[in-house]
Nanobody, 127 residues
């Protein structure tokens, strides 16, 4: 059974920073893609960022480029999302996801391409 556990969410003022972590257990992810998605109340789940586990290629949604950075630590089976210059519109529940298959750039942004999901962590940004 694959488990993904997010942490690091919380309340931050606009312009501030947070770092989310996603610890994976129960399987090796040497060739898996890992992604971050977010969902605000009443809205769809949106792609934020993704990283291929072995190659280290990263992808970021246009809305977060230059502010958010996805990274990974293979030894710890952990993926991070560094979020800087946070805006009120970044407020959402952030979900970590893992894909069993390596994903191409055209697929990393699609939630249905991911096989495992964490429980989510709330990020609240005050203006």
């Amino acid at each position: 059974q694959v488990q993904l556990v997010e942490s690091g969410g919380g309340l931050v003022q606009a312009g501030g920073s947070l770092r989310l972590s996603c610890a994976a257990s129960g399987h090796t992810f040497s060739s898996y893609a890992m992604g971050w998605f977010r969902q605000a109340p009443g809205k769809e789940r949106d792609f934020v960022a993704a990283i291929t586990w072995s190659a280290g290629s990263t992808y970021h949604a246009n809305s977060v480029k230059g502010r958010f950075t996805i990274s990974r630590d293979n030894a710890k089976n952990t993926v991070y999302l560094q979020m800087n210059s946070l805006k009120p519109e970044d407020m959402a529940v952030y979900y970590c996801a893992a894909a069993k298959s390596p994903l191409t750039v055209g697929r990393v942004g699609r939630a249905y391409e991911y096989d495992y999901w964490g429980q989510g962590t709330q990020v609240t940004v005050s203006s």
